[in-house]
């Protein structure tokens, strides 16, 4: 029904889930880089940035070329693990920027493939702004395939897919946090507002024939999942697999492409105007857009400030390596 998708940056969980497809952002590698068993990785990525700026760039500037690099060095040990994509992210600092997140991306695409990496095996991630949809349309062009994240609006959906994008990750869970927030409630899963909004998004692609597809993203528990049973694609953490695994009952499909296709659905033409109407009108959406590129933005800065701070550690060592010697 479903293609499952590990959602994390940690290796050794994705070798015991065994996903299709893996996806990171900068919260997960940022967790994983603070991980010891994946320190020759960090300190392999620093080092090399290191070689490249030359001896007297400052720590500061090192740590800032490296953490891309860190998320392509995550990326390629994932590849080897899982039979299916990665999805690597651009820096979500630039998701207003089109010009900066087209050249962000095809920087990522370049360093795949000089190892060896089929750009067919790659998703880039773009926050699903107006600039970063556009930005994606002009990659998909060129034959780089992305994943439109941080969506939570069907107008953001409706826009990707017009796009010609190859993937979108609605946020499920955020979704639901908004409204537990918004309204003091608890939900069930099936009235779930993550559940119905992906639910929408997908029976209206399903309608209209779009090529993209949905991968429900953002869980908070296993009954949001069941919910979107027959989803593209589901993105789920290890815990909440770990928890499907060791859970036993029936899983009827609950998401069908036939289905959808009988369904009475208005279609709505979404160009810039119409998309920033219908975004200003979603409350939900709006907030959290903001608020997941802030969240993915603040990452970034404290895994710079790690990646700083673990260079000087690694100059320190060093230099006491020589004083021995």
């Not at 994705?14 to 960090?42: G, H, R």
């Not at 600092?93 to 087209?102: A, E, V």
């Not at 826009?159 to 869970?173: E, R, Y």
């Not at 528990?221 to 815990?239: F, M, Q, R, V």
Request: aromatic share 6%; hydrophobic share 40%.
């Amino acid at each position: 029904m479903t293609i499952v998708v590990a959602d994390t940056g940690d290796i050794q969980a994705i070798e015991k889930v065994k996903p299709q497809d893996a996806t990171t952002n900068p919260s997960l590698i940022t967790t994983a880089a603070q991980m010891p068993q994946y320190q020759q990785i960090v300190d392999d990525v620093l080092l090399q940035a290191k070689k490249e700026l030359g001896e007297n760039a400052k720590d500061a500037e090192v740590a800032k070329c490296a953490f891309e690099r860190l998320a392509v060095a995550f990326g390629k040990r994932i590849l080897q693990t899982i039979p299916g994509r990665v999805s690597t992210e651009v820096d979500a600092r630039l998701s207003y920027d089109k010009d900066k997140t087209i050249a962000i991306a095809r920087s990522i695409i370049d360093q795949y493939e000089k190892a060896g990496v089929s750009r067919q095996r790659i998703l880039i991630k773009i926050a699903s702004t107006w600039n970063g949809i556009k930005a994606a349309e002009i990659l998909e062009k060129e034959g780089i395939h992305c994943n439109l994240t941080l969506l939570f609006g069907l107008h953001q959906a409706i826009a990707c897919a017009d796009a010609g994008v190859t993937l979108i990750s609605p946020f499920v869970g955020r979704i639901l946090d908004w409204y537990k927030k918004s309204t003091g409630r608890d939900y069930t899963a099936a009235e779930d507002p993550g559940v119905e909004s992906v639910t929408r998004i997908y029976n209206y692609f399903k309608k209209f024939g779009y090529k993209t597809v949905v991968m429900g993203a953002s869980f908070r528990n296993i009954g949001e999942i069941k919910e979107l049973a027959g989803c593209d694609l589901l993105t789920i953490s290890p815990n909440l697999l770990q928890e499907l695994d060791s859970t036993q009952g029936e899983l009827p499909r609950k998401l069908d492409p036939e289905k959808a296709k009988s369904l009475e659905i208005e279609r709505i033409a979404v160009d810039e105007a119409k998309f920033e109407e219908m975004h200003k009108a979603d409350q939900m959406a709006s907030d959290k857009l903001s608020e997941g590129i802030k969240g993915f933005s603040d990452s970034l800065v404290n895994l710079e400030k790690l990646l700083a701070t673990r260079l000087t550690q690694l100059g320190a060592g060093q230099k006491e390596e020589l004083a021995v010697h």
